[in-house]
């Protein structure tokens, strides 16, 4: 029997009305169900609504499970801008961002990670960014890994214990040519609770370099993400794994030559997702 291919597609706009009536529902549904979080949250003395590893566990999931033409890009944007939104109604929060480097890559992140409700607040330099959320009741900060050449050593500013901490690092699904493929820490005042610890980020001040340096730290599983010459000598930034100690890295540094560093933690973040996301190929 021969099919009408008028009918067919007829049937096919159908089931995909179908699922796009379902998919508002169930965003809808969830709204329902944050809103008795936020009552919840209300009763037992509020919490923070950010959840870094509950995040990272999620999206894991997601590209555990992910399959067909739909790129992971699309799939991933789409629940960070759902998780963002959400997180928003929850508890209002604005997004400070480093675009001293440019704008343009930096709003690419801001927006693929938090969407548009989020306010974006714009700042030349990190030591702006920090300062905004340490004042803030509970704003997010955005500054690139690298900080920019001319920002010095930036994450100094978060060596208090009051002082804003590095909770994430995007983009999490790492790949090529990742629409907004900027690397970023994100900041926020210190968490009480559910901070992904897989990668602990470290201030470190020394007096000097030391060649030895970099093979130490690449055997505790770290590398050295930036340096800057401070008055006190040398200020490293340095990624090390969640097993690690601050004895660990200062022991590694007396090794290479470096008496008495001071090692502070100035935040963790989960492990990056190294799923592959294919490309459909066009026909």
């Known amino acids: 029997m021969e099919v009408d291919p008028l009918a067919a597609l007829n049937r096919l706009r159908v089931d995909i009305d179908r699922i796009d009536a379902d998919m508002h529902r169930l965003l809808m549904e969830r709204g329902d169900i944050i809103e008795g979080l936020i009552a ?16 990272a566990d999620m999206m894991r999931r997601i590209a555990g499970r992910h399959k067909g033409i739909l790129p992971l890009d699309t799939v991933e944007g789409i629940w960070r801008i759902v998780i963002a939104t959400f997180t928003y109604v929850q508890a209002n929060y604005s997004v400070h961002a480093d675009i001293a480097g440019g704008d343009a890559a930096m709003r690419d992140s801001v927006r693929f990670h938090f969407g548009f409700t989020v306010p974006f607040i714009q700042h030349q330099g990190p030591a702006g960014v920090i300062n905004a959320v340490a004042r803030s009741g509970g704003d997010l900060g955005m500054v690139r890994i690298d900080g920019g050449i001319a920002a010095g050593a930036w994450w100094q500013k978060l060596a208090a214990p009051e002082a ?12 090529p040519d990742h629409p907004a493929g900027m690397p970023v820490f994100v900041l926020s005042l210190p968490l009480a609770e559910a901070a992904a610890r897989d990668v602990l980020i470290w201030s470190v001040t020394l007096e000097r370099w030391r060649d030895g340096i970099p093979d130490q730290v690449g055997g505790l599983g770290g590398e050295i993400l930036g340096n800057a010459a401070t008055e006190m000598g040398l200020s490293l930034l340095v990624a090390t794994p969640g097993s690690a100690t601050a004895d660990h890295l200062r022991d590694a540094l007396v090794r290479a030559g470096s008496p008495g560093p001071r090692v502070v933690q100035v935040g963790s973040h989960a492990a990056r997702c190294d799923h592959l996301a294919q490309t459909p190929q066009r026909p």
């Open 40 to 55: 919840v949250k209300a009763r037992q003395g509020g919490g923070s609504a950010f959840r870094p590893g509950r995040e």
């Open 164 to 175: 804003p901490k590095i909770i994430a690092r995007v983009p999490f699904v790492e790949r």
